[in-house]
């Protein structure tokens, strides 16, 4: 975030930036904001003056760690148990993540450079001798620059490698193995201590896209696909020295990034300021968008059976009433509040954020037969729930469910209450990794899970 040096800019600071946890869809899909603070014009800062906002330029691109393979089946067969327990000498590389052709230079071992159709690649050194390596940060997508590159994350080595200019017989704090760990995992440069049984040095990239690229295949004009949404110009003097501006990328851009698995994150890098008087964009901000959902659909249907024919119906007699509170101590809501206030110290801004949050209280939904609703994100994964149903006598279903917000798929709740029913169902568990029931059906009695 920066400013011009010349006599009369003005200067902002950006003191937040975040996606907006309300609506449905995902993240993409949603506004993000940044908070603003106008703090005086020229090398004075002097807040006698006045500046205004009124544009804005963007560029970003879109993030997808492809599926990886398990390590065992990307190692060659060098390496195998057997080699490990006999103390051979056999280090290997390998890239994780590449899911497209690329036919550039990935990595360099004591000066040979090797592609990646190379990988994994083994060497049979002496234990103890010394090598270098260094892993291409950027490789350009079937050649093609500028538009999509796998982009170099992390470089794990095992087992990790002492750092050779250390003696043997010199006591290593914690602190020292933990530098030398994070050293190892990143940094795409390296010299490794070959150790008796082998190394493996293992490189994982991430897939890069330009958002403009996924503009151009929905046919919408990069100046289109991200908007400003907050009315401009903004006008900033002593006393209005806050704003909060807010952007959202087109539904059309955000649908089809999430189409092609590009879910890790978008990055952007806005530079705002204003043209109108001719004046040098005034502030850049670089923002991480990640992919995440704030609500879930809820679904809860009340069923009886028709004998006459043979079918499940939904009762529109019945009334439904669920009520949804958080199992834990602490909420979605708690975590965002303590996330922003260590991100700014300014009182200010961080009530204005504070404003885009809702409430973690009890969400209650009622319907009569069946309803839907959304749920908004108010806990992590785990809710209580209670649901009344019935005619005149209320039937009481209580349980702890575990939602997870990582997919829009709806949470589903179907209820039998009929008790002329051939089949009666209890609900035993209902979790995030099995759901139990008893089934009772005419008369025999199973359980089911």
């Known amino acids: 975030m920066g400013s011009s040096s010349c006599s009369v800019c003005p200067h902002f600071t950006v003191e937040l930036a975040y996606t907006i946890p309300t609506g449905s869809g995902s993240s993409y899909g949603k506004p993000f ?28 691109y879109a993030q997808k760690t492809p599926e990886l393979d398990p390590m065992q089946q990307a190692i060659t067969p060098d390496l195998t148990v057997a080699n490990f327990f ?19 230079t990935i990595l360099i071992v004591d000066g040979k450079s090797f592609l990646s159709s190379e990988l994994p690649v083994g060497f049979f050194w002496e234990a ?54 994070i050293d190892q995992i990143n940094s795409k440069n390296g010299t490794l201590t070959v150790t008796p049984f082998g190394n493996t040095i293992a490189a994982l990239y991430v897939h890069n896209t330009l958002v403009e690229k996924f503009a151009k295949d929905t046919g919408v004009n990069t100046d289109q696909a991200l908007k400003c949404i907050t009315p401009t110009p903004l006008y900033f003097t002593a006393q209005a020295r806050y704003a909060k501006i807010q952007y959202l990328l087109n539904p059309a851009v955000a649908k089809e990034i999430t189409r092609q698995g590009f879910t890790n994150a978008i990055c952007y890098n806005l530079t705002v300021g204003c043209d109108m008087f001719g004046e040098p964009r005034y502030f850049e901000v670089n923002f991480t968008c990640q992919y995440e959902f704030f609500d879930k659909l809820i679904n809860a249907t009340a069923y009886k059976w028709n004998p006459a024919l043979q079918k499940w119906d939904i009762d529109h007699t019945v009334s439904i009433r669920a009520i949804f509170e958080s ?95 051939p089949l009666q169902v209890n609900v035993v568990a209902d979790d995030f990794s099995k759901c139990s029931a008893t089934v009772r059906c005419t008369n025999r009695i199973r359980r089911l899970v």
């Open 33 to 60: 904001a940044l908070i603003i603070r106008y703090d005086g014009n020229g090398p004075n800062y002097n807040l006698n003056q006045c500046a205004i906002i009124d544009g804005y330029t963007w560029e970003g």
């Open 86 to 104: 006999n103390q051979t000498s056999n280090t290997q590389f390998l890239a994780q993540g590449l899911d497209a052709k690329t036919s550039q």
């Open 128 to 181: 103890n001798t010394n090598h270098t390596y260094v892993w291409t940060h950027n490789l350009p997508v079937n050649g093609v620059t500028g538009e999509e590159w796998f982009e170099w994350q992390s470089c794990i080595v095992f087992p990790p490698s002492i750092n050779p200019d250390l003696q043997f017989d010199q006591e290593l704090s914690q602190e020292d193995l933990q530098n030398q760990l």
């Open 327 to 421: 199992a834990l101590n602490f909420t979605t809501t708690d975590i965002l509040c303590s996330e922003f206030e260590e991100q700014t110290s300014d009182p200010v801004a961080l009530r204005m954020v504070l404003e885009a949050l809702y409430d973690s209280g009890a969400q209650t939904f009622t319907g009569t037969g069946s309803f839907e609703a959304n749920l908004k994100r108010t806990s992590p994964l785990y809710y209580n729930l209670k649901v009344k149903a019935g005619q005149t006598q209320k039937m009481i279903l209580r349980q702890t469910v575990e939602l997870s917000f990582r997919d829009d798929k709806p949470y589903t709740l179907p209820l039998n209450f009929d008790p002329n029913s």
